[in-house]
């Protein structure tokens, strides 16, 4: 038994770890919070993430904290499902740069679109500019079908995740690149399986 839980609220960022947990395909458990109840500042919440914020993992008893941490603690953790590139392997620096580009460098481009922040002098930001971003991510796509040719890792989860959600609020403009990268991710079962969970879990907060 694998001891999973995910402290998630819908909607959210937890959903890329709600993504994550299906792909890996180990029972998991769930406890939902949501943003308007105040469950995310309670001490007993804020002793699992004193950010207050979700998604957190608990696995046994060690907790995780941050969505980009996550994926690749349970790409490393579960290898049997292939998401990582592990230790040994050349591959592992680019694959660790695309899981630390996700948060470091793409959310923030986005954030500051979506906020419609003037992004500040590009060589004092660590991201740059969205279009920058946009221009790395696209180089590294072009091959395809993901960032590692034919191997699908929780980089791909991130970078991919972050395109759907930039293209659905309309952060990222559209290039061809992108759909096709967006959709064969998004095509994947185990995005679907959780966005229908994340869906059903939205739904029974608003009932
Ligand atoms: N850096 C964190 C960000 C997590 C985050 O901001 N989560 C939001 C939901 S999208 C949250 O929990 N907000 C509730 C709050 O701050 O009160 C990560 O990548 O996991």
Known sequence: MSDLTLYHAPQSRSATALWMLEEIGEPYKIEVHRFDDGS???????????MGKVPALKHGDAIITEAAAICCYLADAFPKAKLNIPIGDLRRGPYLKWLFFGP????????????????????????????????????????????????????????????????????????????????????????????????????????
């Not at 995310?40 to 004193?50: G, M, V």
């Not at 395809?144 to 759907?164: C, E, K, M, S, V």
């Open 40 to 50: 995310l500042r309670t001490p007993t919440y804020l002793a699992i993430n004193p």
């Open 104 to 207: 470091s460098c793409f959310e923030p481009a986005l954030i500051d679109k979506m906020l419609k922040r003037e992004p500040g002098e590009r060589t004092a930001t660590g991201w740059g500019n969205l279009d920058l971003v946009l221009d790395t991510i696209s180089k590294a796509i072009e091959k395809g079908p993901y960032l590692f040719g034919d191997q699908f890792t929780a980089a791909d989860l991130l970078i991919g995740g972050g395109l759907r959600w930039g293209i659905m609020t309309k952060s990222v403009p559209i290039r061809p690149e992108f759909s096709a990268y967006a959709q064969r991710v998004g095509d994947r079962p185990a995005a679907k399986r959780a966005s229908a969970k994340d869906k059903e879990i939205a739904a029974a907060q608003k009932k």
